[in-house]
């Protein structure tokens, strides 16, 4: 019975249209260009209180620095503002001992980045790079299947010998 109940919890979701909900891809509304340059100046002056005094220009603890990352550009800076983000909801930044902002505040700074983040793959994806695998043995043999016929013969509808 503990075998099934994965199956039927998972077709009960799908029936129900849950689980699909959860596999679309929605693309972040559309947002003012003022509203965004308020989430970047907003985002700035709590990484400016809290990130830049260990992660400078000069300091660039941890071999960081978010003195004159360009938090408009999160398309050119994703790989940085994504380890902010993990940082952040992991709760391991700022550190203990260093001044910290309320949890709001935390939350909401990793949210606006997040939200960053996604229009920005939303206008320009990264799929990542390109991996090369074992072709399968239907894309090895694909070659010898044009050469010869569908039933695999090699005749080609010629006159025989």
Do not use: F, W
Not at 96 to 110: E, I, K, S, V
Not at 113 to 132: I, Q
Not at 139 to 154: F, K, R, T, W
């Amino acid at each position: 019975m503990s075998k099934l109940l994965p199956i039927a919890v998972l077709t009960a979701g799908l029936a129900g249209g849950g689980y699909l909900q959860l596999a679309r891809a929605q693309a972040p509304a559309a947002v003012s260009p003022q509203t965004a340059s308020q989430a970047v100046a907003s985002s700035r002056a709590v990484l400016d209180q809290y990130c830049v005094t260990c992660h400078s220009d000069r300091l660039k603890t941890g071999d960081l620095s978010l003195q004159t990352l360009d938090l408009s550009d999160a398309h050119g800076n994703a790989d940085v503002l994504e380890k902010v983000v993990r940082k952040l909801r992991k709760g391991l930044m700022p550190p203990d001992g260093r001044p910290r902002p309320d949890q709001a505040t935390m939350d909401g700074l990793a949210t606006s980045l997040e939200t960053a983040l996604d229009r920005a793959a939303v206008v320009a994806p990264n799929p990542g790079p390109e991996r090369y695998g074992r072709l399968r043995v239907r894309q090895q043999c694909g070659g010898a299947v044009d050469h010869a016929g569908a039933d695999g013969s090699l005749h080609d509808g010629g006159h025989e010998d």
